[in-house]
């Protein structure tokens, strides 16, 4: 069984910082592309990033970039998210998401069901 684990939020005062971790188990994910969406309270799912298989090509919304690092190690079957001067806009649950099929980047369209979906992990940011 396909689990993506994520972990890392809290609670931040403005201008700090936080690193989400992703944790993927049940298959290897070294084919397929990754990511992080968001959804704050009252708003719809959100594209944040998303890299590909091998981590050399990376995508940002105009929101986060220069701001949050997206990374990934394919032999821990893991992927990152750096936020760094979070603002209180960036208060959401954060999920992971890797795409179902092999070489297919995780565009900000992708289709709920061609992508796996982590529990997502709270994000709080105070002023």
């Known amino acids: 069984q396909v689990q993506l684990v994520e972990s890392g939020g809290g609670l931040v005062q403005a201008g700090g910082s936080l690193r989400l971790t992703c944790a993927a188990s049940?298959?290897?994910?070294?084919?397929?592309?990754m990511g992080w969406f968001r959804q704050a309270p009252g708003k719809e799912r959100e594209f944040v990033a998303a890299?590909?298989?091998?981590?050399?090509?990376?995508n940002y919304a105009d929101s986060v970039k220069g701001q949050f690092t997206i990374s990934r190690d394919v032999a821990k079957n893991t992927v990152y998210l750096q936020m760094n001067s979070l603002k209180v806009e960036d208060t959401a649950v954060y999920y992971c998401?890797?795409?179902?099929?092999?070489?297919?980047?995780?565009?900000?369209?992708?289709?709920?069901?061609?992508?796996?979906w982590g529990q997502g992990t709270q994000v709080t940011v105070s002023s």
């Open positions: 998401a890797a795409v179902r099929r092999a070489w297919r980047i995780l565009t900000p369209t992708v289709e709920y069901d061609d992508v796996y």
């Open positions: 890299i590909n298989w091998s981590g050399s090509s990376t």
């Open positions: 049940g298959r290897t994910f070294s084919t397929n592309s």
